[in-house]
């Protein structure tokens, strides 16, 4: 969004905050970070949206990033999640296998957590590495964000975390107000081209090139008034005809010119901008700073903008439905058409269709009367050769007293729909409109028409119906179909992270998504059940119990959770239970407020449970009542949170110790490693102890200071560490004295390896492959102790652990 806020944005900001409850925006901490601090909501109040994607909670504005990366598509958008009115924006972020069934996800990008001004911008999927960030399989989102310039952020977990290139220092810098980056591949050049707005001169675009979306060359210019914020450039195919290719350059208002470019400078014999929406389009207006996705998987150029008047007691604010365009040659010249997406028929349920029928205003009757709807499609085309009604067209949420509150007119003799301008073609007139709880949008002419809206519709009972009209005499229809369209919320997890295949369910308890995973309140016994089922299989978890008395994982059960459980009890045991029968159970502290990771092995009858990532189970025992069923977890009696629900052998790969114990922060197990986060020193111990001794592992701090091997430890962690540093620093520390240090470069979301070697008090640390240490040191305060590893004011992952 923009720094100098337009006129009727402020207006619409104050006039929100007067009328919503709001609170301070605020700024993430790395702790926190990916925060979630969204109330639980079912999706279902008044003016909610059921199938435009509005934010769980909070102020939204401008589209950002929207790429398709790793199979899912990725909806980025301007976001405060602390209130309802523009305020310290961070980038918000939901996914979607279809365009249309969407989830809300943990922020993307966090003002505390990531430096520079998080203000619009664009994304790409550096499928080839070009930018040398790629760190693990999938392939990494390339963000653009700042003011005044541009600073590079990426993700290699999916748009799960981001890391700011070079700690955000701007790869170009502007030296006049600019923001709104847009960047896209050149296929017929091998290279990234970004459009940025900016105010030297006036209102334009400056044009860059890279090879790598890192190193950026100015290429030119293009000035002119209308071209305010936002922009965006993309090429369509005119007539969807290949060897045509035509260039188009938006605004933030949807206006744009159709022209060419030859991958430096974009020119166009246009002298005035063509509109592409006819709805409001100004800052907080039905629809203004449309942004195409990248990377489609099927080429498609699909566009989401913002509506702004959209909002209700927790949200402020929407997205369009999403469109495909296209180019097509008229008269008048090309033209940008807007087609909603195909998979909008995955949510319709119910259909019906008229035919042939003549409308006459002389005559009483609604021909929809028996139909109740509060979200669907309509479609309808018009011959109005001869037609002698001066208006016809749709009455939207129509009572029973008449009042509706929505018509959607024709007028015959000013040819316009809505009061926009629309000329039949050969004599007919066709209309498509989307009608949901606070958004509608029409289309006609094959798209060249569009109008976005926002509306306030009455879902009650008595307010579902639609009328058919004519006014001032005869037209006729030639076709009218009607469509339901259901929910498209709550298809997938928003933040329990998991392999297990869904759709989960919930067996009793009330269960709600949170930055830890999925947390329950309990009255007894509750289930979280996924779809995935198995006989013999490797299931492991992390389960954090508040006031619950247990909880645990539960597998080879129906869905109603009957099967067998193995959980963690604070009356101090693990236990490994079916209904009607304790199997086993293990003596140990369990504590409130405690997290702790289980894994459970099944083998035919045998069940084997670990606790801690100890290395020997703390049960083995045999039971033959359930062959196979669903994965699942389980709390009882009070609250509790489950995360990384996975099944198969990957987790911490560490030496061999009884257990782990956690001191402070947060510690978790996910297919690629430990997990910790904290907002100062936290440890995470084992129960093995050394003297002299070879200790290495991998560490990466995922965002924020520090990560590394602590040893010679007491079970509070007092003892050494050794750390990499994202100040620049491998530190050799213990507490109050820094031992050593080695200057170095450290990037966040980058693995290092650590190699520790102890011979009485001389102390040497290696970084990576190094054949020479990087410190080598003396200091006898700590001759023997644990072993375990430490996190500082960060998100570390720590994995492959090996004491020799």
């Known amino acids: 969004m923009r720094r100098r806020a337009r006129a009727l944005l402020v207006t619409l900001v104050v006039a929100l905050a007067a009328i919503l409850p709001s609170t301070p925006a605020v700024a993430g901490t790395v702790q926190d970070y990916p925060e979630f601090p969204y109330p639980p909501t079912t999706y279902s109040e008044p003016y909610r949206g059921q199938f435009h994607f509005s934010s769980q909670a909070g102020w939204m504005n401008d589209p950002n990033g929207l790429v398709y990366a790793n199979g899912l598509y990725h909806f980025f958008y301007q976001h405060n999640p602390h209130g309802l009115a523009w ?53 990494p989102i390339v963000v653009f964000s700042n003011t005044d310039g541009v600073s590079v952020y990426y993700s290699n977990d999916n748009g799960r975390t981001f890391q700011a290139y070079d700690k955000g220092r701007k790869v170009i810098d502007i030296p006049a107000e600019s923001r709104d980056p847009k960047v896209f591949w050149d296929a017929a050049r091998h290279r990234w081209t970004m459009v940025v707005w900016s105010s030297q001169g006036g209102n334009g675009v400056n044009i860059y090139t890279s090879p790598n979306l890192l190193d950026w060359t100015f290429a030119s210019r293009f000035a002119a008034p209308w071209l305010f914020e936002c922009p965006d450039l993309y090429p369509l195919d005119l007539d969807g005809r290949a060897g045509r290719q035509k260039w188009v350059l938006t605004s933030a208002s949807s206006q744009y010119v ?56 927790t949200w402020t604010g929407n997205a369009t439905f999403p469109a495909a365009l296209a180019l097509v040659t008229t008269p008048d010249g090309p033209r940008v058409t807007r087609t909603p997406v195909a998979e909008l028929e995955s949510l319709a349920s119910d259909s019906r269709t008229w035919k042939n029928r003549t409308l006459d205003a002389a005559k009483k009757g609604n021909l929809l009367a028996d139909v109740k709807a509060d979200t669907y499609e309509l479609t309808a085309q018009f011959d109005v050769n001869g037609a002698t009604a001066t208006q016809f067209g749709f009455d939207l949420h129509l009572r029973s007293d008449g009042s509706a509150d929505r018509r959607v007119v024709y007028d015959t003799k000013a040819q316009t729909l809505q009061g926009k301008p629309l000329r039949p073609r050969n004599g007919k007139v066709t209309m498509r409109i989307l009608v949901d709880r606070g958004q509608l949008e029409i289309f006609a002419d094959g798209g060249l028409y569009s109008l976005s809206d926002n509306a306030s519709f009455d879902s009650s009972a008595d307010s579902q119906g639609i009328g058919l009209f004519a006014a001032g005499g005869k037209v006729t229809l030639d076709s009218a179909t009607f469509t339901r369209l259901n929910t498209s919320w709550g298809t997938a997890q928003s933040t329990l992270l998991s392999n297990l295949k869904g759709p989960w369910h919930a067996s009793g308890g009330a269960w709600s998504d949170t930055s830890g995973g999925k947390r329950v309140s309990a009255s007894g016994d509750a289930f979280y059940l996924s779809a995935g089922s198995a006989g013999d299989a490797v299931y492991q978890g992390d389960i954090t119990l508040d006031s619950a008395r247990a909880g645990g994982l539960t597998f080879r059960a129906n869905a109603a959770g009957v099967g067998y459980t193995t959980n963690i009890d604070t009356s101090g045991v693990v236990k490994l239970w079916r209904p009607g029968k304790d199997i086993a159970t293990y003596a140990t502290p369990v504590a409130a407020g405690s997290t702790h990771h289980l894994k459970v092995q099944t083998t035919g009858s045998r069940i084997r449970v670990w606790l801690d990532n100890g290395a020997d189970p703390v049960i083995d025992a045999t039971d033959d009542t359930y062959p196979s069923g669903v994965f699942g977890a389980n709390v009882y009696n009070g609250t509790a949170t489950v995360q990384n629900l996975n099944t198969g052998s ?27 986060r904290s907002a100062q020193d936290a440890f995470c111990l084992s129960d093995r102890t050394g003297t002299d001794f070879t200790y290495q592992g991998d560490l990466t701090v995922t965002n924020g200071t520090a990560a590394g091997l602590t040893f010679r430890a007491d079970p509070d962690g007092a003892g050494y560490t050794a750390n990499i540093d994202t100040s620049g620093v491998v530190k050799l520390w213990r507490p109050g004295r820094d031992i050593a240090t080695f200057r170095t470069t450290v990037v966040e979301g980058r693995t290092y390896h650590l190699k520790v070697q102890t011979t009485g008090s001389r102390i040497r640390v290696w970084l990576g492959d190094g054949a020479d240490p990087v410190i080598d040191a003396t200091d006898d305060t700590y001759t023997d102790g644990v072993f375990g590893v430490n996190g500082f004011a960060a998100g570390t992952v720590v994995q492959n652990l090996a004491v020799g």
Not at 109 to 138: A, M, N, Y
Not at 282 to 306: C, H, I, K, L, N
Not at 659 to 675: K, N
């Open 258 to 313: 159709v022209g060419s470019f030859d991958g430096r400078t974009f020119t166009t014999d246009w002298t005035q901008p063509q509109q592409m929406d006819l709805g409001t389009t100004y800052a907080g207006g039905s629809f203004y700073a449309a942004e195409t996705f990248t990377g489609t998987p099927d080429g498609r150029t699909v566009q989401m903008a913002w509506q702004g008047g959209n909002y209700g007691s």
């Open 650 to 676: 990957g987790g911490f790969v560490t030496f061999a110790a009884t257990r782990w114990t956690q001191r402070g922060g947060t510690w978790t197990v996910e297919p690629d490693g430990l997990h910790g």
């Open 87 to 139: 305020d310290t924006m961070h980038w918000g972020h939901a996914t979607s296998p279809d365009l249309v069934h969407w989830t809300q996800k943990p922020m993307a990008l966090e003002p505390g957590v990531h430096p520079g001004t998080l203000f619009s911008g664009g994304g790409v999927v550096d499928k080839d590495d070009t930018s040398g960030l790629r760190t693990g399989s999938l392939d």
